[in-house]
């Protein structure tokens, strides 16, 4: 196989787009390092284009090694033909290669090597052949008859016969091939009820059935788990018939022949016995696989607008997390988020302890300047949001307050990492400081927590956790190195995001920074112990420093670039020193009036990189969070009661899955905007309308305050109001 024109084909890029894309790869290159400084060597494709090219590639990779594994192992047993080899070069998946391979794959102990062992495959190879005269299976069988061979009769005879006939049908490469479409084409998946008696939520399934070329992710997904919890019975079923039609096209030879009858009967214990459970497992587990490819998918796409909401900067902050019986933790972290006070307070319990509560907070947001409280959201969150809203009222406080997610921070809390960043705190309150810090900077502060325990998407536990992992921790990755890193405040979990940086190097970079003072210079990372020139070259333009004296290092500009990026400078009149005041305003003008090719041709540099340069210098230090709208902070708290159908509301994008999104309006329960709720036009998954953190207008269609259910729509208001 040709991987490059595989892939070529199937991307839609040009043939020198992805041989250079694979060489990047194969010299050891990030995504980020490929996606943001070698444009154009790949054409400016994007770093999810590029890990999709890099999973393909490892796909196909694992595919050919795959098949010369059965090529030799074909060849070891001396049984390579002209037709096999060219079978092993047309394969094209995995499944149509081990199908090739079945018929020469070590079987454990079955009823057909059994009846080989017995001698019985002369008899099948008999009756197979179907002659068209002749003696009848039965009269054939006779001759076989060996009792010290385990051979009592003549009908264990032609029953031994009959298993190696139906294995042989069974490891047809042909044959399994056109029943696998056929379950593809016209299978039904159908779930029962294991106990109709037993009510759960999978109770929409206990009599379900649906094409398998039509069943949506999300239900394969709900029927599996509602399969692995007892709840369901899950099949796939075929028009038999139709099953039986491809096999007997291929093995019925002579209607005429006295054995005609023998093959039909192997056939149909072929199908029942042996081939429809094997195929029914294939087509249960690639639809897993493709909803669990789909669902990671989602997963990705909720986590990158997570990570790049966008912060809260210059502003101290305090932080809330719930609680019941153990109270409610408190932490207060000036702008750098560096801990100034921590405590408990408890607002659920006495109007003592309620009103002791309110004088506690009122005296952290005085004597820290509090401007910004984050609220988590778990347990007794509405009671905490209640008791802030209340007490900014009393106290005429100008500090707002916003409901933060704060899914994973438990995680975090119990983690070896917080512990050693906070030695000195119990487990609660570091949880109340990672709430505070996911207000400020939600990217510095998730990146500390494995991305599975952020909590989006649907059924991650039901994922591959490995393919699941890899994929998150690409989009964390390149949020990471999208954003940049400030190299003199980052901690070590940020530091292990940045590309070509592994975790020994992060807090290698860290313990160099305590010992030596702050970096003042990108070129003193090549000092840093284990940091060699690929690690340099991979890591340097993502590193920010605010203080250097050279103002490129606080671009993205990478350092290879700077003699080009002095050279432009001159070439339109301008100094490094210009940039240092606060960027360029016109220079992009004066690119364009000069010719950007012509310019990027004599200073030794692609167009694109040329581009990426000039929108440095125009904003350097820029943070391209800054160009999305801010978070919805509030200073008053609302009720589901106070709903009612049709009111407008402002809500925050929480979660976006296969069949609508929910958003948080405020009311402790996010509201449920139905894929056919989102937009007048059609759209296959809400994902390609809606994202995690966008701001949206949406109106009120039903409130069930008993099952705690909000249902939304973000149509038009006529709509909203003529359901209400």
């Known amino acids: 196989m040709d991987i490059i024109a595989s892939i070529t084909t199937q991307f839609g890029l040009q043939r020198w787009q992805v041989e250079n894309t694979v060489k990047l790869i194969d010299e050891g290159n990030t995504i980020p390092f490929i ?146 479409n056929l379950f593809t084409v016209t299978g039904v998946v159908t779930s029962k009820a294991a106990d109709p008696d037993k009510d759960s939520v999978y109770a929409q399934y206990y009599d379900f ?55 039909r009967d192997a056939g149909a214990d072929s199908y029942t016995r042996l081939i429809m459970p094997s195929i029914e497992r294939e087509i249960r587990s690639m639809l897993t696989e493709r909803a669990a490819a789909e669902s990671i998918k989602v997963f990705a796409a909720n986590l990158r607008p997570l990570l790049l909401q966008p912060p809260v900067k210059g502003k101290v902050a305090l932080g809330l997390d719930p609680g019941y019986r153990t109270g409610c933790k408190v932490a207060v972290v000036d702008a750098t988020g560096r801990v100034l006070d921590t405590g408990v307070i408890y607002v659920t319990h006495s109007a003592a302890q309620k009103q002791a509560a309110k004088e506690t907070v009122s005296r952290l947001i005085r004597r820290y300047g509090v401007e910004i409280i984050a609220i988590g959201n778990g347990t007794a969150s509405k009671e905490t949001e209640i008791f802030t809203a209340e007490l900014l009222k009393e106290t005429g406080s100008n500090a707002k307050y916003m409901i933060v997610n704060e899914a994973g921070a438990s995680v975090y809390s119990a983690s070896k990492l917080a512990a050693e960043e906070f030695p000195q705190f119990d487990v ?29 998407g649907q059924y991650q536990h039901d994922m591959p956790q490995k393919e699941l992992g890899q994929a ?102 301008y100094d490094i020193k210009d940039v240092a005041k606060g960027g360029i305003a016109d220079l992009a003008e004066k690119v364009e009036q000069a010719d950007s090719e012509k310019l990027a041709e004599k200073l030794g540099i692609g167009v694109p990189t040329l581009n990426d340069i000039v929108k440095e210098m125009l904003r350097p230090g820029r943070d391209p969070r800054d160009e999305l709208p801010p978070p919805m902070l509030r200073t008053d708290v609302m009720d589901m009661n106070d709903l009612v159908p049709g009111m407008e509301m ?42 995690v953190g966008d701001i949206v207008t949406v109106w009120v269609l039903s409130v069930d305050k008993a099952k705690g259910r909000i249902s939304l729509t973000m149509k038009q208001p006529k709509e909203a109001e003529s359901v209400g």
């Open 428 to 456: 609660s309150l570091r949880s109340a400081v990672s709430i505070a810090r996911r207000l400020q900077d939600p990217l510095a502060e998730l990146v500390k927590i494995d991305p599975k325990a952020i909590g989006i």
């Open 650 to 691: 402002q809500g925050t994008v929480r979660n976006v899955i296969d069949f609508g999104a929910f958003v948080d309006i405020g009311v402790h329960q996010d509201g449920l905007v139905h894929i056919s709720r989102i937009t007048d036009k059609f759209i296959k998954h809400p994902s390609e309308v809606l994202k």
């Open 35 to 180: 996606a943001r400084y070698r444009k154009e060597a790949h054409g400016t494709l994007d770093d999810q284009v590029l890990r999709e090219i890099s999973e393909r590639l490892e796909y196909l990779r694992n595919l050919e090694k795959r098949r010369e594994e059965v090529r030799s192992a074909i060849e070891g047993q001396e049984k390579m033909t002209d037709e096999i080899a060219a079978a092993l070069d047309a394969a094209v998946t995995l499944a149509e290669i081990e199908d090739i391979y079945r018929p020469f794959k070590p079987k454990r102990k079955t009823r057909a090597s059994v009846a080989r062992e017995k001698g019985l495959e002369p008899l099948a190879q008999y009756i197979f052949s179907q002659p068209a005269s002749g003696k009848t299976p039965i009269e054939a069988a006779e001759e076989y008859i060996d009792e010290e061979k385990g051979v009592a009769s003549a009908e264990e005879a032609l029953q031994g016969a009959m298993d190696i006939i139906a294995e042989d049908i069974s490891d047809d490469a042909n044959i399994r091939r056109r029943i696998r």
């Open 209 to 263: 059935s649906e094409p398998v070329n039509k069943i949506a992710n999300h239900r394969v997904l709900a029927i599996d788990r509602g399969e692995k919890e007892d709840f369901l019975k899950v099949s796939v079923t075929l028009d038999i018939s139709k099953a039986l039609g491809v096999i007997t096209s291929v093995t019925l030879l002579n209607n005429g022949s006295p054995c005609t009858d023998a093959v």
């Open 472 to 573: 998150l921790d690409g989009v964390v990755e390149d949020c990471v190195n999208n954003v940049g890193v400030d190299l003199n405040t980052a901690s070590p979990s940020l530091l292990t995001r940045v590309s070509g940086i592994n975790s020994t190097v992060a807090k290698n970079i860290v313990l160099y920074r305590e010992e030596n003072g702050e970096f003042t210079s990108r070129a003193q990372l090549k000092k840093v112990p284990k940091l060699g020139a690929k690690a340099f070259e991979q890591c340097a333009g993502f590193m920010r420093i605010a203080e250097s004296k050279n103002p490129l290092d606080n671009t993205g500009v990478h350092p290879e670039s700077y003699d080009a990026a002095k050279a432009l400078l001159s070439e339109c009149g």
